[in-house]
T-cell receptor, first 114, second 113 residues
Framework: NAGVTQTPKFRILKIGQSMTLQCTQDMNHNYMYWYRQDPGMGLKLIYY???????DKGEVPNGYNVSRSTTEDFPLRLELAAPSQTSVYFC?????????????FGPGTRLLVL | DAKTTQPTSMDCAEGRAANLPCNHSTISGNEYVYWYRQIHSQGPQYIIHGLKNNETNEMASLIITEDRKSSTLILPHATLRDTAVYYC??????????????FGQGTILTVHP
């Protein structure tokens, strides 16, 4: 299993440009998440999905959109990039059972908006 | 989800045990304690979790006090590769917030030779 994969690894955007961060998992997990991590800070949840066709906002959703058409893929869309979106973006997935909710994280996408 | 308090940073000598504390005095009866770590520039990695009893796996041990208001993550023989930020997270699995982890500032553990 490749686990959780993210592309691209690094991207520079100009203000106002758009892009999609890709996330794919091959573990058949129903839950998927997008987090952002600003320098020196903890992770903040942007959006999450509990299954194909179902998404919901996290604590910092403004400026982002997501879709979940398949179990495997959970892309994150930035429509009008702003300098405040400069961050490292992590995708994660899990298959919660009972008390265990282990989340598996991807390697991250580093985004710089200039 | 209950709030957690962790020291900002800790040091440990290689080969010694690293004991990372976490206070969660407002924890409720059905909330679990989870530990993750994040090695520089990588995605967070699950370490261990528990409800009431002490737990051990191949990576670490988790000691939860009897009143469940605090816990300690123990890395029995720390190596340089254990240098990372360690996050203590307390939450209820299931319900409308199922799966959503709230990461605080964590503890920066530095293992030195």
């Amino acid at each position: 299993n490749a686990g959780v994969t993210q592309t691209p690894k690094f991207r520079i955007l100009k203000i106002g440009q758009s892009m999609t961060l890709q996330c794919t998992q091959d573990m058949n997990h129903n839950y998927m998440y997008w987090y952002r991590q600003d320098p020196g800070m903890g992770l903040k949840l942007i959006y999450y999905s509990v299954g194909a066709g179902i998404t919901d906002k996290g604590e910092v959703p403004n400026g982002y959109n997501v879709s979940r058409s398949t179990t495997e893929d959970f892309p994150l869309r930035l429509e009008l990039a702003a300098p405040s979106q400069t961050s490292v973006y992590f995708c994660a997935s899990s298959y919660p059972t009972g008390g265990k909710e282990t989340q598996y994280f991807g390697p991250g996408t580093r985004l710089l908006v200039l | 989800d209950a709030k957690t308090t962790q020291p900002t940073s800790m040091d440990c000598a290689e080969g010694r045990a690293a004991n990372l504390p976490c206070n969660h005095s407002t924890i409720s009866g059905n909330e679990y304690v989870y530990w993750y770590r994040q090695i520089h520039s990588q995605g967070p990695q699950y370490i261990i979790h528990g409800l009431k009893n002490n737990e051990t796996n191949e990576m670490a041990s988790l000691i939860i006090t009897e009143d469940r208001k605090s816990s300690t993550l123990i890395l029995p023989h720390a190596t340089l590769r254990d240098t990372a930020v360690y996050y203590c997270i307390v939450r209820v699995p299931g319900g409308t917030s199922y799966g959503k982890l709230t990461f605080g500032q964590g503890t920066i553990l530095t293992v030195h030779p």
